[in-house]
């Protein structure tokens, strides 16, 4: 995930896997499948990488609270990245869960907007706000499967956000 983010050379590929089975205990605890398409050339984008980690997680991290009810068929996450028109690339990521009801697909991303018992609702109004400080967009719709499908696309070449000057750095002397 680190480098998928970052940068979609080929080597990085290995990694991001790395990154998608960091849940991995509880992926197979839960009898879930992880696969990953990851395009072999991404171009560079400009993020957080620790932030961007973390929308993957919370996504992962519903998938699997979402297929707790898959019995029917196996229990797959697929994660796929592409390049998406000229300038922006496309993270997906589906799920064999029961999917979400197409009304409610706006309103999973307000917080406070739950349907498990122990659950904050705010890990998807989270993801959303993080991607969109990165100048992208996330979605959720129906997934082929019948599943959720989350998408997030993200453009490259953004300009860097402005980071504020660390107090170490403070010009000395100049008073
Ligand atoms: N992959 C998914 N499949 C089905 N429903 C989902 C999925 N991801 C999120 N949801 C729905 O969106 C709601 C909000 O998710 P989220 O903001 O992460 O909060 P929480 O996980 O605490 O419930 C979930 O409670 C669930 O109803
Ligand atoms: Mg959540």
Same mark, same amino acid.
């Given at each position: 995930?680190?480098? =998928? ?7 990085? +590929? ?17 009898? @879930?499948?992880?696969?990953a398409k990851l395009a072999s050339e991404l171009p560079v ?7 961007? +980690? ?13 297929? /707790?009810?898959?019995?029917? +068929?196996?229990? !797959? ?13 496309? !993270? ?13 697909? %706006?309103?999973? =991303?307000?917080? =406070?907007?739950?349907?498990? %018992? ?9 993801? +959303?706000? @993080? ?9 959720? %719709? ?5 599943? /959720?499908? =989350? ?7 953004? /300009?860097?956000? %402005? ?8 010009? !000395?002397?100049?008073?």
């Amino acid at each position: 995930m680190d480098n =998928f983010c970052h940068r979609g050379l080929p080597q990085d +590929r290995g990694q991001v896997s790395n990154r998608l089975s960091r849940p991995a205990k509880e992926l197979d605890d839960s009898n @879930i499948t992880a696969r990953a398409k990851l395009a072999s050339e991404l171009p560079v984008i400009a993020g957080n990488k620790g932030q961007l +980690r973390e929308v993957i997680l919370n996504l992962v991290q519903n998938s699997i609270d979402a297929m /707790a009810v898959t019995t029917n +068929r196996p229990r !797959v996450i697929s994660l796929v990245t592409a390049r998406s028109g000229s300038d922006s690339i496309a !993270v997906l990521l589906e799920d064999t869960g029961p999917g979400i009801n197409p009304q409610k697909l %706006a309103s999973i =991303f307000e917080p =406070f907007v739950t349907t498990k %018992a122990k659950g904050r609702g705010l890990g998807l109004a989270l993801c +959303r706000m @993080i991607v969109e400080q990165h100048g992208g967009k996330l979605s959720a %719709a129906s997934g082929a499967d019948g599943g /959720a499908r =989350f998408e997030i696309t993200l453009q490259t070449r953004m /300009a860097v956000p %402005a980071v504020p000057v660390a107090s170490g750095d403070k010009a !000395v002397g100049s008073g």
